[in-house]
């Protein structure tokens, strides 16, 4: 689960996916960006590992069938960008479940809710 602490001793929980196995993380980072609707670049290393993805080297153009799904939320480490997000899915079915490539996954309807609460700046601590 997410929890985004709201003050007064309350949280809003939220479902979500998570890493698959080799792609756990945990640590904190700060939400650094905030888009709607983001355009997803498969990292090198995925296309590798998924050749079919190279057709979206360029971008895949923001949208219902997108892998960020509706929102997404750059995390940052001190070293900078960590490559992870928390992100909508279009794969309702995944979440619950470990199986993503290291990022948090949510439905999109609770990524737009997230994405309405959070702040960019707001300190991500994963477990």
């Not at 709201?6 to 939400?31: D, H, L």
């Not at 670049?41 to 296309?47: R, Y």
Request: hydrophobic share 40%; proline share 6%; charged share 25%.
């Amino acid at each position: 689960h997410l929890y985004l602490v709201t003050g007064n001793g309350r949280a809003v929980r939220y479902g979500i996916g998570v890493g698959r196995e080799g792609f756990e993380w945990k640590g904190s980072a700060r939400i650094a960006l905030k888009r709607e609707w983001p355009v997803w670049t498969p990292p090198a290393a995925m296309i590798k590992r998924r050749p079919d993805l190279a057709k979206w080297r360029g971008g895949m153009p923001g949208g219902p069938d997108n892998a960020l799904g509706a929102r997404a939320m750059y995390l940052f480490n001190k070293r900078g960008d960590s490559g992870y997000r928390i992100h909508g899915t279009p794969e309702w079915w995944s979440i619950g479940k470990a199986m993503s490539s290291g990022c948090i996954r949510l439905l999109n309807q609770d990524v737009i809710d997230l994405y309405d609460r959070a702040e960019v700046g707001a300190k991500v601590i994963v477990r």
